[in-house]
C-alpha cells in the first residue's frame, strides 16, 4: 500500500515570497491533517479535513496561510507571504477517520531567507 | 486545551539496555496515547499506540503503559539496536474523539554500539 506522498521534499525562498505544498493522501482515508515542525519540536496541527470539510483551523495563520482539499482526496497549504518564522517541515498525515491513526508523510522543508 | 510534555529530552543507552520515555498530559478527557519515532529526514512512523481503556500494550521489543489516574504514559524498548537511535515523540489526543493530536517535544535517543 503506497503510502502518503508530498511534494515538493525541499523549497528554499525569499521573505514575503509565496509557496504551496502538496499532500496525496493514502487511499481511502477520508481525514487529512497539515502539521508544521519547528526544528526541534513535535509537530504542531495547522488544519484538519474530513473529506473535502474542515474540522479545525484554530491554529492555521489565516492571514498568511490557506488550505483546501478539492474532491476530498489531494490537498496543497500555501503561505503568502511567507515570513523568516515559517521555516519548518510540513508534514501531511491522513487516517481513515477521524479518531483513528495517523500516517505522515515525509515531508517538505521550507527555508525562508 | 492540551499539554503533552516529554522526558528526557536526549537518552543515550548501550547495545543491548533498556530505554525508557515518559509523558505527562493534561486533558483527562483525553483517551488516545499514539508513539512515533523519526529518522533523520523522514516523516514521523507510528510505531504503536494505546487507548485509554487500556492499562499496557506490547509489540516485540516495544511497550506502551498508561495510567490515566496520574494521567502519565511511557514507551519501553527493549534489547534496543543500533538502529533504534531516531527521535521519538509522544502524543495525546485533545477531548474524547481522538480527532487532534497534541505531541510532546521529542526525546532523541541513541543507542551505542
Redesign the interface.
Known sequence: EAG?AQSPRYKIIEKRQSVAFWCNPISGHA?LYWYQQIL??????LI?FQNNGV??DSQLPKDRFSAERLKGVDSTLKIQPAKLEDSAVY?C?SSLA??????????TRLTVT | GEN?E?HPSTLSVQEGDSAVIKCTYSDSASN?F?W?KQEL??????II?IRSNVGEKKDQRIAVTLNKTAKHFSLHITETQPEDSAVY?C?A?EGS??????????TILRVKS
Open positions: 502518503v481525514t526541534g519540536q513535535g509537530p504542531k496541527l484538519q474540522v479545525d508534514l498525515a477521524g479518531g483513528s491513526e495517523q500516517y505522515f508523510g515525509p515531508g | 503533552v516529554q488516545y499514539p512515533y529526514g523522514k516523516g514521523p512512523q507510528l499506540d515523540f502524543a489526543s474523539d481522538g480527532n487532534k493530536l497534541v505531541f510532546g517535544a521529542g
